[in-house]
């Protein structure tokens, strides 16, 4: 990392922390989608990893990327949620539901899509959602960072606490499997 760079991340320098928001918050939320959140949660995710990314600012030697800091901490506030969520049973009560779907005028807040294409794109989805589901936590995780966020076997292996050579096992092992299960679903790959 350049030096003058973590200089100004350390004094707070605005310009420089709006461009680290700016060039990571949406891989940070793609990513947080790809490891299974939803979105309200993806969104939280983003926000506490910046917070804790300003207040351990002052720990941050520079040996890594910023991007790669930022993925690492992510990963572990997913994995402090999945601990959460385990010790915890969570309902969404109905009325929560129904009232999230319109303002306070009873107008829709997003109109309903089309029936054909909703239900292609939701059995796309759910077959998705699925096969990943298959997998491991340790290879969705390397799925989704090295396939979605293309960083580099080396970051992975930061973030993961994993060898670069078990980082692309773990992402073949990723890719087989969901291939495999993505065709026994009929949804067969092009040759």
Request: aromatic residues 6%; contains cysteine.
């Amino acid at each position: 990392m350049e030096p003058s760079l973590l200089a100004r991340l350390r004094r707070r320098d605005p310009a420089s922390l709006k461009a680290v928001v700016d060039d990571n918050a949406r891989r940070l939320y793609r990513a947080a989608r790809g490891m299974g959140c939803g979105r309200d949660e993806a969104d939280d995710l983003v926000q506490e990893v910046f917070v804790t990314f300003l207040n351990g600012l002052d720990r941050f030697e520079g040996r890594a990327e910023v991007r790669t800091w930022l993925f690492g901490i992510l990963h572990h506030k997913i994995q402090e949620r999945r601990r959460m969520q385990a010790r915890e049973e969570l309902h969404d009560s109905i009325d929560e539901i129904f009232e999230s779907r319109f303002d306070a005028r009873g107008n829709w807040t997003r109109p309903p899509v089309e029936p054909d294409r909703e239900a292609a794109s939701r059995e796309a989805g759910a077959a998705i959602r699925d096969c990943l589901d298959g997998l491991s936590p340790l290879q969705r995780a390397v799925f989704q960072l090295r396939q979605v966020e293309d960083l580099s076997a080396a970051e992975v292996g930061k973030i993961l606490g994993q060898t670069i050579t078990h980082v692309g096992v773990l992402l073949h092992r990723a890719r087989t499997r969901l291939r495999a299960c993505l065709d026994g679903k009929g949804w067969t790959s092009i040759p």
